[in-house]
Nanobody, 121 residues
Framework: QVQLVESGGGLVQAGGSLRLSCAAS??????MAWFRQAPGKEREFVAT????????YYADSVKGRFTISRDSAKNTVHLQMNSLKFEDTAVYYC????????????????WGQGTQVTVSS
């Protein structure tokens, strides 16, 4: 059974940092990503990483502040979020699938349950 389990969300002041983690089990993935969904808005791409190449891609809104990384031994992907802004407030979802890294929601079959990140201004 495929499972993606996120952790690390919480409440933080603007300018602070959080680190999200997503532990994958049940199969091998070739790409993992983070998406987020704010209240009343559509789910949007945040960052993705190729599992074998380590290639990373970021949304312009988080570039330079967020870093996605992987721990192959633990089958886990992390999202280090620095200099957090109020507008980063959202439910963050981990996603995974085969194939090359992608920014598109439709290219990910497997999703975690989401973890809430709230940034206070």
């Amino acid at each position: 059974q495929v499972q993606l389990v996120e952790s690390g969300g919480g409440l933080v002041q603007a300018g602070g940092s959080l680190r999200l983690s997503c532990a994958a089990s049940g199969r091998t993935f070739y790409k993992m990503a983070w998406f987020r969904q704010a209240p009343g808005k559509e789910r949007e791409f945040v960052a993705t990483i190729g599992w074998t190449t380590g290639s990373t891609y970021y949304a312009d809104s988080v570039k330079g502040r967020f870093t996605i990384s992987r721990d192959s031994a633990k089958n886990t992907v992390h999202l280090q979020m620095n200099s957090l802004k109020f507008e980063d407030t959202a439910v963050y979802y981990c996603a995974a699938d085969l194939g090359p890294p992608s920014l598109a929601i439709r290219d990910y079959t497997y999703w975690g349950q989401g973890t809430q990140v709230t940034v206070s201004s």
